[in-house]
């Protein structure tokens, strides 16, 4: 069963849209993510300025936002966070020099007006790779027990091979209909 087939069993009801927004430094993983969701190759190039995938799934269409993470984008993420029912941040858990850099940026989001008590999936990404800090080690670096406004979830993944991208998404479905 494919991804987009798991996740129409997952709906129900009315046809729906959804705003998604992906977030998180450069190189992280999120367009790779963004194109597994959408049954894409993958391809490994910087996004430069943002990626917009629609993706339907059985009654929900899902708008994908896909925010390039390069420091110098970074101060125009606010102008994406109108009208967003969940934030995926996608942590490059085996670039364990800039976890904490990644959690800076993860804070600072989680602290706008426009996104309070938004859903957020953090994707600790490219476990895949020997060295990878396990999920636990990012959800301690990124203070996520600290959150008490939203809900949130964290999921070890590898966009390439997309283990567990299927869960994050399942998990982000869950919360966009109990919005």
């Not at 129900?12 to 049954?39: H, M, P, Q, Y």
């Not at 993958?42 to 799934?57: C, L």
């Amino acid at each position: 069963m494919g991804l987009l087939s798991f996740l129409r069993k997952l709906q129900g009801g009315n046809e729906r849209e959804c705003r998604l927004l992906l977030l998180g430094l450069d190189n992280a993983g999120k367009t790779t993510i963004l194109k597994f969701v959408a049954n894409e190759e993958p391809t490994v190039t910087p996004t430069q300025g943002f990626n917009i995938k629609s993706v339907q799934n059985g009654n929900l269409k899902m708008n994908v936002w896909d925010i390039g993470g390069q420091q110098k984008i970074r101060p125009y993420w606010r102008n994406y966070f109108t009208d967003t029912d969940v934030l995926i941040y996608v942590v490059d858990s085996h670039d364990t020099r800039r976890l904490e850099e990644a959690s800076t940026e993860f804070h600072d989001v989680l602290f706008e007006e426009k996104l309070k008590g938004v859903p957020v999936l953090v994707f600790a990404n490219k476990q895949d790779l020997q060295g990878s800090a396990p999920g636990s080690r990012v959800a301690e670096i990124l203070e996520l027990t600290t959150i008490r406004d939203r809900v949130w979830n964290i999921q070890p993944c590898s966009a390439l091979t997309g283990e567990g991208v299927k869960d994050g998404m399942e998990w982000v479905m869950k919360n966009v209909k109990a919005k």
